[in-house]
């Protein structure tokens, strides 16, 4: 699934704001006339965009799964569209069967703002230094705790404090048009505000802010308070999600 989560509250269901698991939860109850829970591969926070999603639902085996993909999209389009609907495995589980997951960031480098591309990139005027933020990548490589571009969540009394050690498989920027910079990113998961902790630190080396080298030390610091800025939402995308061989959505 896709969706241009700007006006919504991140995607998990919150019964107290409009969510896009909520909303796409509300739509598949009234199309199959029976409370439906969802499952995604990612929450991604307020603001954040998607475009390849992956949900999971139960459903009955009888269900017309085109004329679901039809109608819950004439319910939930534009904002949220429903790209693809197939049957899987009983046992597949769209957030602990994926393997990885990627994203994308957009950075608009140019002295003017872009009003086509303000609801989808992160608008920075000053002149960076692509070269310098893409070498800032190399430390991000391999598996590493990643407590200093995270933010922490609340641990509940009694409960053990959650690793946030995660495996990223590549990290690269790339000039997709001049002045458009495209950060990509692909871990096995991410923890709160990685990618944008990422990218606003990265953006900061490009600033000359840092220098390259100081990510690596960052990384050692296991301390949020060294990292740099944190990038706006509106510029994050969830890309892609992958499973395994025998997976259909591979």
């Known amino acids: 699934m896709a969706y241009d989560g700007s006006s919504f509250h991140g ?3 919150n019964r107290d704001v409009t969510t896009i698991a909520g909303e796409l939860s509300s739509a598949l109850s009234k199309v199959v006339r029976r409370p439906i829970e969802l499952t995604g591969a990612g929450r991604t926070d307020a603001g954040v965009h998607a ?14 799964l085109v004329h679901l993909q ?3 999209n004439s319910i939930c389009a534009p904002e949220i569209v429903v790209r693809q ?42 002149l960076l230094n692509i070269p310098a933020m893409q070498l800032a990548c190399d430390p991000l490589i391999g598996e590493h705790d990643f407590s200093t571009f995270c933010r922490r969540a609340k641990i509940r009394s009694g409960e053990p404090d959650r690793s946030l050690v995660r495996r990223v498989h590549f990290a690269r920027w790339s000039e997709q048009s001049p002045g ?12 709160h505000q990685m990618v944008r902790s990422i990218v606003g630190t990265l953006v900061d080396v490009g600033r000359e802010r840092f220098r390259s080298a100081d990510v690596s030390a960052m990384l050692r610091e296991r301390n949020r308070a060294v990292a740099g800025t944190v990038a706006p939402p509106h510029g994050l995308s969830l890309w892609e999600v992958g499973y395994g061989e ?4 591979t």
Not at 88 to 115: E, G, I, Q
Not at 180 to 191: K, P, Q, T, Y
Not at 246 to 249: M, V
């Open 85 to 126: 609907a197939e049957w899987v495995a009983p046992d597949f589980d769209a957030r602990f069967s994926a393997c990885w997951r990627h994203y994308r960031y957009t950075v608009l480098n140019t002295l003017t703002p872009h009003p086509f591309m303000a609801a989808t990139s992160w608008h920075v005027p000053a």
């Open 180 to 191: 458009v910079l495209l950060f990509e990113i692909r871990a096995n998961a991410f923890c």
């Open 51 to 64: 475009w390849g999603q992956v949900v999971h639902i139960d459903l009955p085996p009888v269900t017309d």
């Open 11 to 13: 995607f998990a269901v």
């Open 246 to 249: 025998n997976s259909p959505l």
């Open 70 to 72: 039809h109608r819950v």
